[in-house]
């Protein structure tokens, strides 16, 4: 199994260049089964869970076609065998979103229940009720969800209990080709959401208040091919902005989208960075001094995201004082902890918050990645940490960053990939 061995201690300098993001990408690939015609989307991350995503597509009876430069062709024509089988789902649940297209498509979806991961539960119940709410007629068995409407969906109004991703871009994909008028109330306003909804735009769908709490869908007939370029993805951002601060670098983060990582941006000046914006697409950290210990509360889009948390615990293992990370998304989102305790840091997990004590002096440890943000938290921590630091299982980190180590390596650290 492959593994990053690191060598702790070099602050990284220079440019370091942003991909398209992944979790925009993934329902994107999902949209393009609302059409029979192509759909060309472009800057997609060549990471495993569009991979996945592709096979899944394929699976489905779509042709996929990929070139090198991060450009993506699909085409829908037929969809012989609308499911996503359990093997697909296992690996990566946000298989889930083509419950909505294959039921607004072809009236008909079979998609396999996630089961737990390492994060928490994650069920896909709200995705379910609000597809019964547009008059699809849902049943479970063997595993899965069958998902019917053969007289196709119809416009209503559904409301969220609780604020989800994928479940407003399910909904929002399933609402385009509904007959009559749809209201989503309590949307996602995370920025794939409104990427997905200007992709369905170009495809010829008519959505009100994508970004907002409350999206208006006007259902047509048909959706037609076009051409969309997936926005930065602002995880990835983050996330070297945080490797910056960590190391005390000077790092620019090009290709990225300033106004998407407001809450982390306000996070990291509070915590003693200097963050500047040199143009519209690119930010600049630096770290004169030393890091001030900083409390974090995970919150959706405005707030600050869950899927920053545990590279922001990494960081607060070097700020001085006490900070209170608290995790309001995830129930079970702090496996990184325990790791980082391995490698020297003082941190308690309390439920759902975690109490880090800083600055410790990091030593280079191996650790195990649990999921995707949890391994890019232990890379961050070995950036700084003393000697060598083995992480195992980089699969996971693969699922979501593009070539990472590569990107690393060129502005300084000292992280290669080993068998
Ligand atoms: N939830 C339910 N029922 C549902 C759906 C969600 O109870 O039917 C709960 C979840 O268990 C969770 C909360 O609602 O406690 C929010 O989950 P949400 O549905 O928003 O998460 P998601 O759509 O499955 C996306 C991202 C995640 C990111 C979360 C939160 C994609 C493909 N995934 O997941 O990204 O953490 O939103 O922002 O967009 C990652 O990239 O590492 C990742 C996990």
Not at 201 to 228: F, N
Not at 308 to 325: D, K, N, R, V, W
């Amino acid at each position: 199994m492959e593994k990053f061995l690191i060598k702790g201690g070099a602050p990284l300098e220079g440019e370091i260049p942003v991909s398209g993001a992944k979790n925009s990408a993934l329902p994107a690939l999902a949209a393009c089964l609302l059409t029979d015609e192509a759909v060309t989307l472009r800057r997609v991350p060549r990471v495993r869970d569009i991979r996945t995503m592709e096979r899944l597509l394929e699976h489905i009876g779509a042709a996929v076609e990929r070139s090198d430069n991060g450009r993506v062709t699909v085409q829908a024509a037929a969809l012989a065998n609308p499911e996503a089988p359990y093997d697909l789902v296992k690996t990566m649940r946000a298989s889930s979103l083509v419950l909505g297209p294959l039921v607004a498509r072809t009236g008909r979806a079979r998609v396999s229940l996630p089961g737990g991961c390492a994060i928490g539960a994650r069920p896909i119940n709200l995705h379910v009720a609000g597809l019964e709410q547009l008059g699809a007629v849902i049943s479970q068995t063997h595993g899965y969800i069958e998902a019917r409407a053969p007289q196709g969906l119809r416009g209503a109004r559904v409301h969220f209990d609780r604020i989800t991703v994928t479940g407003t871009e399910d909904i929002l994909m399933a609402a385009v080709l509904a007959s009559g008028e749809t209201l989503i109330e309590n949307a996602a306003r995370e920025p794939e959401v409104v990427d997905l909804a200007d992709l369905l735009t170009r495809m010829g769908a008519r959505i009100e208040g994508a970004g907002s709490s409350l999206i208006r869908v006007q259902g047509v007939e048909r959706l037609h091919g076009a051409d969309h370029t997936i926005i930065p993805d602002r995880i990835e951002a983050g996330t070297f902005l945080i490797a910056g601060a960590i190391t005390g670098g000077d790092l620019l983060v090009t290709g990225c989208r300033p106004d998407h990582l407001g809450a982390l941006i306000q996070k990291l000046r509070q915590a003693g960075c200097e963050l500047a914006e040199p143009d519209a697409s690119t930010l600049r950290v630096r770290r004169p001094g030393h890091l001030k210990a900083t409390d974090v509360t995970t919150e959706e889009y405005p707030g600050f995201a869950t899927d920053l948390q545990a590279q922001y615990l990494a960081l607060m293992t070097q700020g001085e004082g006490i900070s209170f990370i608290t995790e309001t998304i995830f129930e079970n989102r702090f496996m990184h902890a325990s790791e980082l305790l391995r490698m020297g840091a003082n941190i308690r997990v309390e439920g759902r918050q975690a109490i880090v004590a800083g600055p410790s002096r990091l030593s280079g440890a191996g650790v195990i990645a649990s999921d995707l943000r949890a391994s890019a938290s232990l890379v961050l921590a070995g950036l700084v940490a003393r000697g060598e630091t083995l992480v195992d299982r980089v699969y996971h980190i693969d699922r979501g960053y593009e070539r990472i180590e590569e990107k690393l390596a060129r502005v300084g650290a000292d992280i290669r990939r080993v068998d």
